[in-house]
């Protein structure tokens, strides 16, 4: 039996050599990077795209970087844009949902359709409900799932039988419940999400841990537990899920960039180039420790390589829950 979904990333380096010479030696990769969002502010895509901008100009690795948010089609509108487009300039972050989606058949498109860059981040996923509510611990959770799972709508920032629907059924499955019985309320992005929390339109959460984590800190929110094996640094008193009764349950969502198809490889060696050298910047290191990420590195090939076996692994996931 699956019980956990564990992300393992090779770090490797790369060295960009363009017209012959290496760039290594120049401070400022990039004079301008144009980032694609496939979905609303204030969500997980949202966050990364602008906090990797943020630390690649404060840094002065990049010289300007803009912002594109296109919702619609699960990512699908934005996928199929930038391989319209071809656009060598544009960066488009995605996550798991690429792999998800693509198995689901709610785009044509899979990650062979782009250039993959690199993996950057990790975020873990977290059960979270708001400062109000009457469910105190995830017991309360499960207690309250036990007694009528209709009751208990959990929603998130990804489509029915996305990666947010997906970890509630796995934390479901692993503390003993039914995970086809999980009623998950879909919405477009992160933020969005969260408001439904806020204003009592769903008991429960299910979203990125880097989301959660600043409203935490405000006491909007309460999180009822993360989904590590061990308990992240970032917030050191939130039980892990396994702790507190979803035994065994292990999931990171990782993040990362893709480019235009047929991109020249001296260009997407540029890229990975301005990516590696912002993980030794103070910028990056206050942006990450903001968001609550775990910092990965897992460029080209090493990128194309996990992500065909993510497809395996989670398409395995997906079928033993009923969502493929």
Request: charged share 20%; proline share 4%.
């Amino acid at each position: 039996m699956l019980k956990t979904l564990k992300v393992a990333l090779a770090a490797s380096a790369m060295v960009a050599v363009v017209g012959g010479a290496a760039v290594a030696g120049s401070h400022q990769v990039l004079d301008e990077v144009k980032f694609l969002i496939p979905g609303g502010a204030g969500g997980g895509w949202d966050g990364t795209a602008r906090g990797t901008g943020e630390a690649l100009t404060k840094s002065g690795l990049v010289g300007n970087a803009s912002y594109e948010n296109m919702s619609g089609g699960g990512g699908g509108k934005a996928i199929a844009h930038i391989i319209e487009t071809g656009d060598q300039g544009t960066l488009m972050v995605n996550s798991t949902p690429i792999v998800i989606r693509s198995l689901q058949k709610v785009f044509p498109q899979s990650f062979r359709d782009l250039t993959p860059i690199a993996g950057t981040i990790g975020d873990y996923g977290a059960m979270v409900v708001g400062k109000n509510s009457d469910i105190t611990d995830f017991g309360g959770l499960v207690a309250a799932y036990k007694a009528d799972p209709a009751n208990v709508a959990i929603g998130g920032g990804s489509v029915a039988g996305g990666m947010d629907h997906l970890i509630a059924a796995l934390v479901m499955k692993n503390a003993g419940e039914n995970p086809a019985d999980v009623k998950y309320i879909p919405y477009d992005a992160g933020g969005k999400a969260m408001a439904g929390l806020l204003s009592g339109e769903i008991k429960a959460l299910t979203t990125g841990f880097g989301e959660a984590i600043e409203l935490a800190r405000q006491g909007e929110v309460s999180i009822l537990c993360v989904t590590s094996l061990e308990r992240v640094s970032a917030a050191p008193d939130t039980p892990t899920c396994d702790e507190a009764g979803s035994a065994g349950t292990n999931f990171v969502n990782w993040r990362g960039f893709f480019a235009a198809p047929g991109l020249p490889a001296d260009k997407a060696a540029m890229y990975v180039q301005a990516l590696e050298k912002m993980y030794a910047t103070d910028e990056w290191a206050e942006v990450r420790d903001r968001m609550g990420w775990v910092e990965i590195f897992n460029p080209g090939d090493d990128f194309v390589k996990f992500l065909e076996a993510q497809e395996e692994e989670v398409g395995g996931l997906m079928k033993e829950l009923g969502f493929l």
